[in-house]
């Protein structure tokens, strides 16, 4: 058995490709976002579907082989497709999967690609025959509030809810700080033409909305969404074959968790929503990338976290070892995860504002860092990524988590060979699609289809 600090061959992202995320009113179908988002990737990386020699697709809303119906429409060249489920983390375990692959030498390419189209409001279970597996979580949360108080609202948000009213009362802090946080990605997402929500609620307005538990307001809670996103992942051989050197950012670590027994037998609402579970995916992700303990935070520049509610976000700051465990409130006070402080955290504007389908989050966190990296994202550009000593510029860090559950946590950056200038993505789709959103053409897809592909089946799609 391998090292859980086992590297592997290097891993590199080299096509990236998004959808815009919008309001959950059935528009759009799973293949055709998904179509979209896998031909953007695929021209940003300037290869075609014939390429692709491995495939994994995640979504929590659909049936069985969604995926291949999605893919199909690029061709049917008989690859490995599996359909991937993790609740929340879904894109990103995708995305692990995709990246084992090629770290395991048993691809030299390969493809993620997370959709979903959801139902307004809250989250629930589809199957009424059954217990659904959240049920132990929920009993857990009744045990939580014995100590906490009593909360209401829909499960997940008050589940969460009632991990930052735990925090407020171990070390401080209050839902002005979840206010904030919210805030802040609100205003972040007005720079975002993906996002689903651009109206830059302030801190008082967030306040104002709604309440939906007793922490926390309409404004602080993610939205359900429609949308998909794209990730390839080549070897280094890939890349210098294919001359991607101007464009392709390092996976440098990637480790995915589940739950420890802390998450039912401590009845701390903070272990319940997964602070051990994240903790613990990023000391063996920092550790995977040549880090001592609680080494290399100093070196992350910009972050794309899972904020499905602002109290997530906070509790999150601790358990990335963005802060100390009592700093996250003082963190926020700070400016730290803002434009001018120590951190840019979600830039992209979050779940909160930018929207939240569920298997397609993971890939858009993945997207919107690879951009920033790249230093192609425009208004939404964290300052300062690359001025530092290192040529390589500093980390950039995802972390994706689904209750249930399961976290992802990614560690990013230029390679050394990283080199600006030529032909790059940008020309390929003809314009810069981190930072502008557009609809695909049959112009575009015929460009990256696979050799083998039925022009039938193609014609079903609706670009």
Same mark, same amino acid.
């Given at each position: 058995?391998?090292?859980?600090?086992?590297?592997?061959?290097?891993?590199?992202?080299?096509?990236?490709?998004?959808?815009?995320?919008?309001?959950?009113?059935?528009?759009?179908?799973?293949?055709?976002?998904?179509?979209?988002?896998?031909?953007?990737?695929?021209?940003?990386?300037?290869?075609?579907?014939?390429?692709?020699?491995?495939?994994?697709?995640g979504?929590?809303?659909?049936?069985?082989?969604?995926?291949?119906?999605?893919?199909?429409?690029?061709?049917?060249?008989?690859?490995?497709?599996?359909?991937?489920?993790?609740?929340?983390?879904?894109?990103?375990?995708?995305?692990?999967?995709?990246?084992?692959?090629?770290?395991?030498?048993?691809?030299?390419?390969?493809?993620?690609?997370?959709?979903?189209?959801?139902?307004?409001?809250?989250?629930?279970?589809?199957?009424?025959?059954?217990v659904?597996?959240?049920?132990?979580?929920?009993?857990?949360?009744?045990?939580?509030?014995?100590?906490l108080?009593?909360?209401?609202?829909?499960?997940?948000?008050?589940?969460?809810?009632?991990?930052?009213?735990?925090?407020?009362?171990?070390?401080g802090?209050?839902?002005?700080?979840?206010?904030?946080?919210?805030?802040?990605?609100?205003?972040?997402?007005?720079?975002?033409?993906y996002?689903?929500?651009?109206?830059?609620?302030?801190?008082?307005?967030?306040l104002?909305?709604?309440?939906?538990?007793?922490?926390?307001?309409?404004?602080?809670?993610?939205?359900?969404?429609?949308g998909?996103?794209?990730c390839?992942?080549?070897?280094?051989?890939f890349?210098?074959?294919?001359?991607?050197?101007n464009?392709?950012?390092?996976?440098?670590?990637?480790?995915?968790?589940?739950?420890?027994?802390?998450?039912?037998?401590?009845?701390?609402?903070?272990?319940?929503?997964?602070?051990s579970?994240?903790?613990?995916?990023?000391?063996?992700?920092?550790?995977?990338?040549?880090? @001592?303990?609680?080494? =290399? *935070? +100093?070196?992350? %520049?910009?972050?794309?976290? !899972?904020? /499905?509610?602002?109290?997530?976000?906070?509790i999150t700051?601790?358990a990335?070892?963005?802060?100390?465990?009592?700093?996250?409130?003082?963190?926020?006070?700070?400016?730290?995860?803002?434009?001018?402080?120590?951190?840019?955290?979600?830039?992209?504007?979050?779940?909160?504002?930018?929207?939240?389908?569920?298997?397609?989050?993971?890939?858009?966190?993945?997207?919107?860092?690879?951009?920033?990296?790249?230093?192609?994202?425009?208004?939404?550009?964290?300052?300062?990524?690359?001025?530092?000593?290192?040529?390589?510029?500093?980390?950039?860090?995802?972390?994706?988590?689904?209750?249930?559950?399961?976290?992802?946590?990614?560690?990013?950056?230029?390679?050394?060979f990283?080199?600006? @200038?030529?032909?790059? =993505? *940008? +020309?390929?789709l %003809?314009?810069?699609?981190? !930072?502008? /959103?557009?609809?695909?053409?049959?112009?575009d897809?015929?460009?990256?289809?696979?050799?083998?592909?039925?022009?039938?089946?193609?014609?079903?799609?609706?670009?």
């Open positions: 058995m391998k090292s859980e600090n086992f590297k592997g061959e290097r891993t590199f992202l080299v096509g990236i490709g998004c959808t815009a995320f919008i309001k959950p009113r059935g528009l759009r179908t799973t293949e055709d976002m998904g179509l979209e988002a896998a031909t953007k990737a695929l021209l940003d990386a300037g290869i075609t579907y014939d390429s692709v020699q491995v495939a994994f697709v979504y929590c809303f659909g049936d069985s082989t969604s995926g291949q119906r999605a893919l199909y429409n690029l061709g049917l060249t008989g690859i490995p497709i599996t359909n991937v489920n993790n609740n929340c983390s879904t894109g990103s375990t995708a995305l692990f999967q995709a990246a084992s692959w090629v770290r395991g030498a048993q691809a030299d390419c390969a493809l993620a690609l997370g959709f979903e189209r959801m139902a307004r409001g809250s989250l629930g279970s589809n199957w009424s025959d059954r659904p597996p959240m049920a132990p979580f929920n009993q857990v949360v009744e045990m939580t509030e014995e100590t108080g009593k909360n209401h609202g829909p499960n997940a948000p008050r589940m969460f809810g009632n991990g930052a009213q735990e925090y407020f009362e171990k070390y802090g209050s839902v002005e700080h979840l206010a904030k946080i919210a805030s802040k990605n609100h205003k972040h997402s007005t720079k975002n033409p996002s689903q929500f651009r109206s830059g609620w302030s801190a008082e307005e967030v104002e909305a709604p309440k939906i538990t007793n922490q926390l307001t309409k404004y602080m809670c993610s939205p359900t969404s429609d998909a996103a794209c390839i992942v080549a070897s280094e051989a890349v210098h074959l294919h001359s991607l050197e464009q392709a950012i390092e996976i440098v670590a990637q480790q995915l968790t589940t739950d420890l027994p802390a998450a039912f037998d401590s009845r701390s609402a903070m272990e319940l929503v997964g602070y579970m994240s903790k613990t995916a990023a000391d063996k992700t920092f550790a995977q990338a040549g880090f @001592g303990d609680g080494e =290399g *935070r +100093d070196l992350v %520049g910009v972050v794309e976290l !899972h904020d /499905c509610f602002a109290a997530n976000e906070l700051y601790p990335l070892g963005l802060c100390a465990p009592d700093e996250a409130h003082k963190m926020v006070d700070r400016g730290d995860n803002t434009y001018g402080g120590k951190y840019v955290v979600n830039p992209s504007g979050g779940l909160e504002a930018k929207g939240h389908p569920l298997g397609a989050t993971g890939l858009g966190m993945h997207f919107y860092i690879t951009a920033q990296l790249r230093n192609w994202a425009g208004p939404m550009q964290a300052p300062g990524l690359f001025d530092i000593p290192d040529k390589r510029g500093k980390f950039g860090l995802v972390h994706n988590i689904g209750l249930g559950g399961a976290v992802v946590v990614s560690l990013l950056r230029r390679p050394e990283y080199k600006e @200038g030529g032909r790059d =993505g *940008r +020309d390929r %003809g314009y810069n699609h981190a !930072h502008e /959103c557009r609809s695909i053409t049959r112009a897809v015929d460009k990256v289809k696979a050799k083998k592909n039925s022009e039938w089946f193609l014609s079903l799609a609706r670009l």
